[in-house]
T-cell receptor
């Protein structure tokens, strides 16, 4: 079974803090993705990566950055957390390069920014 | 501009009957469509998918239909079971530059199976 793990299930941070969300997958997938889920908005793509040290912007990259130093790990960074970044953050991975099929999701991190 | 639309925020169906969840899309560059199921406090789990070159894909109780000319797809669950109660997301894969981008999701439909 594919396993995608996220470092925290729940996180509370203060406005202006730098926040790191970590994601690890154990299936040697090339592709990794970060989404956020908000009520009434579905899932929206923040950033994705097709290979180590590669990254591409998704639909809502503003206020975020990412790091992929190792194939199994993809980090999402909030440089200066703001209250509008309170959300559920979901990491996903998939194989197949740029012709991937399904993505496998982690359990999510619920981030609250006060 | 929403490229993947699920116009029903919720749907209530009696146990044993058929559940039909609908999804419309606007981007003709989408070439692969997926349905995910999500329980509260869990990540989405993949359910079923369909390539744009097909019009139907079946997997057990789940069937996805694609009408490319209408830019419409639907998920049929038959018979519906209590464990099917969840939020269902329609997603589409698009292409740009050298290959596929991330998925574009609809807002979800909350399916409630009534006993």
């Amino acid at each position: 079974d594919v396993k995608v793990t996220q470092s925290s299930r729940y996180l509370v941070k203060r406005t202006g803090e730098k926040v790191f969300l970590e994601c690890v997958q154990d299936m040697d997938h090339e592709n990794m993705f970060w989404y956020r889920q908000d009520p009434g908005l579905g899932l929206r793509l923040i950033y994705f990566s097709y290979d180590v040290k590669m990254k591409e912007k998704g639909d809502i990259p503003e206020g975020y950055s990412v790091s992929r130093e190792k194939k199994e790990r993809f980090s999402l960074i909030l440089e200066s957390a703001s209250t509008n970044q309170t959300s559920m953050y979901l990491c996903a991975s998939g194989s197949g390069g740029r012709s991937y099929n399904e993505q496998f999701f982690g359990p999510g991190t619920r981030l609250t920014v006060l | 501009d929403q490229q993947v639309k699920q116009n029903s925020p919720s749907l209530s169906v009696q146990e044993g009957r058929i559940s039909i969840l609908n999804c419309d899309y606007t981007n003709s560059m989408f070439d692969y469509f997926l349905w995910y199921k999500k329980y509260p406090a869990e990540g989405p789990t993949f359910l079923i998918s369909i390539s744009s070159i097909k019009d139907k894909n079946e997997d057990g109780r789940f069937t996805v239909f694609l009408n490319k000319s209408a830019k419409h797809l639907s998920l049929h669950i038959v018979p519906s079971q209590p464990g099917d109660s969840a939020v269902y997301f329609c997603a589409a894969r698009g292409y740009s530059g050298g290959g596929a981008d991330g998925l574009t999701f609809g807002k979800g439909t909350h399916l409630i199976i009534q006993p």
